[in-house]
């Protein structure tokens, strides 16, 4: 349950960058209660795994805290932005899928925290991007249409509820050709000081990793039951299921999701194949 819980709240440096993002391209605001809720203790919450491990009073009170000041943030806010994120997003298409292994289905935040090394481990490439050198008018030629879009939504969930929900949520955010030129002018505007916000919000994801495996997180796709060639798939999936602004779409909206994604999965990548 500790292990759980743990996962789920050191999300919240996902679901802070996300919303970071969102607040800086003019798509969301940041509601600066919500906002201290939920990010001013994160550090100190999260700080001492092991200790959470052996069970020790102040790491469960402090676990608590945090998990309860997510919660009052969520309220503050009216909506569950501040709280959850990209990282969300892993996992709740993994529990709509019935993600399991064997006959072992993963808690919600053992899902929450895999969604929070794999959204870590794209944040890492893409915020050392320089982002205020893309081309609008480039970025504009190679956008594809809603048309071309919806037919490749839909084959990409087997189930067909599924499939019409991600075709709903995924058209209410899909950009046409002139706003996504809109759009790379609102990015390259914002990159320096939102590359800046990122840097100091994110840790790296090797850092995030080691902190959940000592709280007893699972941290790779196979103790979840599934595969890298599957993990890999799910970064486009998961960006598809709901409407939310994170940093999956400022990697698909400026071109680069498909490259950065695929550089975690080569050999020497964070997601390439162990030994
Ligand atoms: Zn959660």
């Given at each position: 349950m500790a292990a759980s819980g743990y996962g789920d709240l050191l999300g919240k440096v996902i679901a802070g960058a996300d919303w970071m993002i969102a607040g800086a391209l003019g798509i969301e605001t940041i509601e600066p209660t919500a906002w201290e809720h939920s990010q001013h203790g994160l550090r100190d919450w999260t700080a001492d795994p092991l200790a959470l491990r052996r069970r020790e009073p102040r790491a469960l009170y402090l676990l608590i805290e945090g998990l309860l000041m997510a919660g009052l943030s969520m309220q503050a806010a009216r909506s569950s932005r501040p709280a959850s994120g990209s990282e969300h997003l892993f996992s709740h298409l993994w529990e709509m899928e019935g993600v399991h292994r064997g006959s072992d289905v993963p808690s919600h935040g053992f899902q929450v925290g895999l969604g929070t090394i794999a959204a870590a481990a794209l944040a890492e490439k893409l915020v050392?991007?320089?982002?205020?050198?893309?081309h609008g008018a480039s970025v504009q030629a190679a956008w594809r249409g809603w048309e071309q879009v919806e037919p490749e939504v839909r084959r990409s969930f087997s189930d067909p509820r599924v499939a019409a929900s991600a075709v709903e949520e995924s058209k209410a955010k899909h950009l046409t050709p002139a706003q996504v030129r809109g759009r790379i002018a609102a990015i390259r505007r914002a990159w320096p000081e939102l590359q800046r916000s990122l840097w100091s919000q994110l840790r790296p994801v090797e850092e995030l990793r080691v902190m959940l495996a000592a709280a007893?997180?699972?941290?790779?796709?196979e103790e979840l039951g599934l595969t890298r060639a599957e993990l890999q798939r799910d970064y486009a999936r998961a960006r598809q299921i709901r409407t939310r602004y994170t940093l999956l779409d400022l990697a698909a909206e400026t071109g680069l999701l498909d490259t950065l994604v695929s550089s975690l999965f080569t050999s020497d990548g964070f997601w390439g194949l162990p030994g």
């Open positions: 050392m991007r320089d982002l205020t050198t893309l007893g997180c699972p941290t790779t796709p």
